[in-house]
């Protein structure tokens, strides 16, 4: 059963699996560690991201990696606009009450999408959907190869946004200390919309690098919501390298526990792990910070 | 004692309905309210009175479910033992979970997640084994006799929910007017001010979702003797969480008449609208997804808030 030639390869297809999902964590983890608010609605707002791909792809003929420049925009303007528009208002200084917020947002979202494209499951045909890559003998996807190295791609974009702008050292001036930062001149609800589209913007860019190899139906985001919370919660609210390295982990486990345990039982390692960690090591596995 | 009179006033309404009214169509309606009305208080004895907000009642209501047909499938026992039974063990979760949660002091967002996760955890079990019918899931044979706890009219199920909804009722009578009460919202409200005055949090809150689980658990055997079947979506699946909740949060979270007012609204609203808007899946969800946005931003103290400091 661990003969390396199945091994070896189902290892390499947790790895890219894991970038997209730690693409996805990056979004969340990036709106949680600014506002200190976790956001349900991130399944729910990926789900609409892919469609938006699967969209313009159907009736635009645009293949989804040239989607990118029109999908990550897009979602940071939503994103943008959903944290001004709603949930700021909503939050009367309660995180319990903004996580219902966006609960009820990816409620709302997800049955518009079942009433205005009902329940069906829809992919797209590429080129290049069929086609693999031959990595060390193992058969790897294309798609999923390209989603591997966007991911990283995007990673490096954000670390350099939040590591070396202006608008990074603000968003890093809030996370810490949010009234220091209104002192000295910051407009926090600004930076903490920034924040919130930025975090949608890597769904825009996950939901192109995702569809080639995947499908999108209403419920689609439901899936990805516990893993990208479990891959949020291992690597450390909050932390960047965490949740990179946290995704191609959970990608891993997925992988091998499909792989030793089949399809249905294969996933509750996944959420094994979140529970465990969240009881005996909340601060995650690589950050020390509470 | 205003709330205990109303409580029995309530009951006695609902038990003389069949007398004066004939439509299969409102019996329904009543029947459905009640139920909803249990489910929301139980998520309200956890979430409104306690603090602790659990996106994963479905692991209770499955767990009542599971017990109930598996006991009576593949054991032979009779409805009325069997309904003990799955009572006792809804709690038991509920028991197991908060000593694992509130052990390792889980709360706020983080709590919630966590219940998510172990709802997940016991769908994918139920799914897996044959024990629990796996995906097919389980089918209980026809046995139209209240000695079986099946009725062949709806007046039966109407007595069933209006028993158990009563019970959830007078249940947060209690919390409202008891030493245990004042101490679960003390513990909501501040635990360390609460912890300082000698109040055992961890103990409070582990009989609240003890508490909470048990009755989640009767409405999951209440929907397994209705219905005669159970499959893992059904029992584990996010939307019998997020119906519990939405009922307690729109009513009203910590009042005793909350759920009922909240579960009232939910189902005349999804009444409407399927008379309205026909064959159009999802939109009395998207409806519930909206009123929640709105009732936090505008009316955190849900519908029961518009009548004052009444109990």
């Known amino acids: 059963m661990l003969d390396p030639a199945i091994l070896f390869p189902s290892i390499l297809n947790g790895l890219t699996t894991g970038a997209v999902y730690a693409l996805i964590a990056l979004g969340l983890t990036l709106i949680y560690g600014v506002l200190h608010i976790i956001n349900f609605a991130h399944g729910a707002a990926l789900m609409m991201a892919l469609y938006g791909v699967y969209f313009l ?27 001004r528009g709603v949930i700021a208002r909503a939050s009367h200084g309660k995180d319990e009450n903004i996580l219902l917020v966006t609960l009820g947002l990816s409620i709302i979202l997800e049955n518009a999408a079942l009433y205005f494209w009902k329940s069906d499951t829809l992919t797209i045909e590429t080129p290049y959907t069929l086609s693999t890559v031959n990595i060390f003998g193992a058969m790897i996807s294309t ?114 526990g499909g792989l030793m345990l089949g399809e249905s039982l294969g996933q509750i390692g996944i959420f094994v792990i979140f529970i465990a960690v969240l009881l005996f090591r909340p601060q995650g596995l690589f950050g020390a910070k509470a | 004692m205003r709330s205990l009179w109303l409580i029995a006033l309530l009951v006695l309404v609902v038990a003389l309905l069949p007398l004066f009214v004939t439509s299969g169509f409102a019996i329904n309606f009543v029947i459905m309210v009640l139920y909803a009305t249990l489910l929301g208080q139980a998520w309200n004895i956890l979430g409104g009175f306690g603090g602790q907000f659990s996106f994963g ?108 909804a009563a019970i959830s009722l007078l249940t947060a009578w209690w919390l409202k007017n008891s030493r245990y009460g004042a101490w679960l919202t003390a513990v909501r409200d501040n635990e360390d001010s609460a912890a300082a005055l000698g109040v055992n949090a961890f103990r409070v809150k582990l009989i609240a979702i003890s508490i909470s689980g048990a009755l989640m658990a009767s409405g999951g055997a209440f929907y397994v003797q209705m219905y005669r079947y159970i499959d893992p979506h059904i029992a584990y699946g996010s939307s019998i969480s997020v119906e519990a909740l939405l009922a307690a949060i729109i009513g009203g979270m910590g009042t005793i008449f909350g759920p009922l007012l909240g579960a009232v609204v939910l189902h005349a609203l999804s009444e409407l609208t399927r008379n309205y808007i026909p064959d159009a899946p999802g939109v009395s969800l998207i409806i519930y997804g909206a009123l929640l946005v709105l009732i936090i931003m505008f009316m955190p103290r849900g519908i029961a808030g518009l009548f004052g400091r009444k109990r």
């Not at chain 1, 009736?59 to 944290?83: C, E, N, R, T």
Request: glycine content about 14%.
């Open chain 2, 57 to 164: 009642h479905a692991v209770f209501f499955g767990t009542g479910a599971y017990a109930m047909s598996v006991l009576q499938v593949k054991f032979g026992l009779n409805a009325w033992l069997a309904l003990p039974c799955a009572v006792v063990l809804g709690g038991l979760v509920g028991t197991g979970i908060g000593a694992l949660s509130f052990r390792y002091g889980l709360k706020g967002s983080y709590f919630s997640l966590v219940t998510l996760a172990f709802a997940e955890v016991f769908r994918i079990l139920a799914n897996t084994f044959d024990f629990t019918g796996a995906g097919v899931g389980l089918q209980l044979p026809l046995k139209e006799s209240a000695a079986d706890l099946q009725f062949a009219t709806k007046t039966g199920y109407l007595y069933a929910v209006l028993a158990l």
């Open chain 1, 143 to 256: 798609p999923k190869v390209v989603a591997f190295g966007g991911a990283l791609v995007a990673t490096v974009i954000l670390l350099l946004i939040i590591g070396k702008t202006n608008l990074g050292r603000a968003i890093r001036a809030c996370a810490k200390e949010r009234q220091g930062a209104r002192l000295v001149g910051i407009d926090v609800d600004h930076v903490f919309a920034m924040s919130f589209g930025i975090g949608l913007a890597c769904l825009g860019a996950a939901a192109c690098f995702l569809l080639p190899a995947y499908y999108v139906n209403p419920q689609v985001g439901n899936g990805f919501v516990l893993i990208a919370f479990t891959i949020v919660v291992l690597g450390g609210m909050g932390s960047f390298v965490g949740a990179l390295l946290g995704g191609f982990l959970i990608g891993i486990v997925e992988s091998i």
């Open chain 1, 57 to 83: 792809h159907e009736k635009l003929g645009l293949d989804p990696y040239v989607s990118l420049p029109i999908m990550v925009p897009a979602m940071f303007v939503a994103g943008y606009g959903l944290y």
